[in-house]
């Protein structure tokens, strides 16, 4: 049996992995390009995390993450009539993702004997730059850089990390908390509309 | 004497220098940036592979590929109005140069110790990850994963391979068959015009 | 106190930030996406140095980079209206920038035990690879390679430091001349509009 951690961390491949193809069909790339942007979608901002912290990028030491890119293949392939239904489902998915790679990435670098403002930033990156590179290989502006509380809600969950545990709260509980706060930024903020104000040019 | 190994990967190397050099000419960069460019689509993919398998970036180790992409530039440049009438011939040394890449690496990752669906996914990095590469830069949606069989001829020859290797065929034996593998899925499903079909949109 | 090298660094750091926002801002990124572009473009290229090279990416030991990044963004937003007039100002810096960021380069890669063909690459690699990253960020052909010298500056004061290194000078005067050597390059093919010829298309 699996246990819940595995299960998120599942689901959340699944959501990034079905982001990826969906955006890659809307650009007509084949079955094949649609799983490589798959897999990048789900597993790059973890190998770049890797990559920094010089770990052997984690995707490469069991088959999952390929496995359940193909089955999210298979699921759009099947069910693509249905798909658009389910963008309700797809971005719960997506915000659980979200806040469990935030908190590996974030405990992986600890592990690694960084600071904690390095473990931050590799939570963001974890949870925030499978989506970007996503969006420089369909060739679009990446979209979690202009719309709603994406990237900041890894940031705000790595603060609530360090909080928690400041605060002597047990590691097992601090990361549970920092998930769902990571969960919550996401899911309040686009419920709520709010995000960040856009960067007014100088014109 | 260079051998017949070598002389594989420094014809592919200089293909694939050529065609990063060619599409970077039609976006009016300046020499050196089209040298950029021809340089990251022929060692791009290796230099991922060699990332991710934590080892010395091989380019690093002798000049030998910035010396060849530096002649495909100044091929490009003295030969421009020629260029166009050699595309069977580049397409031909395309395929060699991405049969080769495919299968050094594979038999780079199984010698670093990794499993077998890691080194075929390495074999399709070292191969095709190179033209994406140059396909971001030149600001393209990369062509690999929309046109023809491209990738997946990699993994296909991975496959061959592995299967050789299963039965026991010696190693030399084995490398040589996968990689005229890789090259008779390129060029046949491009002479017949076999490709994957396109992931049809939401709509 | 800092020294002066540590002001250049910070300089540079400061101007390459700012290029990366002010670029972001002009693409409607939000606050938090300004400054991730910022921060690539700052720490972009030496990141990719460090990783080839596998050393720790540099950015990672010391908060610096992030605070004057994060410090690059409070100018922008706070002066806004007047950024534009400071065009020359930020030139001067990212020419310092970029002749300092060349010369940590190069020297970082003969510390590891590289060739000088191999530093010349490193050194035009953390010289100007954060702006080509800033570009694909942003979805823009990378500027870098179209227009005036950059990254070609870079070619050149690795020409000089190997010269000078030759010819027995100093260590830290032959830093300081290939760095003025990067700089002067760049300013001066700016002021005297030197540009390297567009590659012609075949057509």
């Known amino acids: 049996m699996i246990d819940f951690i595995t299960l998120c961390d599942y689901v959340g491949t699944f959501a990034f992995a079905i982001s990826g193809i969906r955006l890659a069909s809307a650009k007509k790339f084949d079955w094949f390009g649609a799983y490589v942007v798959g897999v990048v979608t789900a597993v790059g901002g973890g190998t770049i995390r890797d990559i920094l912290l010089n770990a052997t990028p984690f995707w490469m030491t069991q088959p999952s993450y390929m496995v359940i890119s193909g089955?999210?293949?298979?699921?759009?392939?099947?069910?693509?009539?249905?798909?658009?239904?389910?963008?309700?489902?797809?971005?719960?998915?997506?915000?659980?993702?979200?806040?469990?790679?935030?908190?590996?990435?974030?405990?992986?670098?600890?592990?690694?004997g960084f600071p904690f403002w390095v473990a931050i930033v590799m939570g963001t990156i974890t949870g925030a730059f499978g989506g970007m590179m996503r969006d420089i290989l369909i060739n679009e502006e990446p979209l979690i850089f202009r719309k709603d509380i994406y990237a900041l809600a890894c940031v705000f969950g790595g603060l609530v990390y360090y909080g928690c545990d400041c605060m002597g709260v047990?590691?097992?509980?601090?990361?549970?908390?920092?998930?769902?706060?990571?969960?919550?930024?996401?899911?309040?903020?686009?419920k709520y509309h709010v995000s960040l104000p856009a960067l007014k040019g100088e014109e």
């Open 170 to 190: 047990p590691l097992p509980l601090t990361q549970f908390i920092a998930a769902v706060a990571v969960f919550m930024a996401r899911v309040l903020a686009v």
């Open 71 to 112: 089955l999210a293949l298979l699921f759009v392939l099947v069910f693509r009539k249905y798909v658009i239904r389910l963008n309700n489902t797809f971005f719960i998915f997506d915000a659980v993702g979200l806040g469990l790679f935030a908190i590996v990435g974030i405990a992986k670098s600890i592990e690694f």
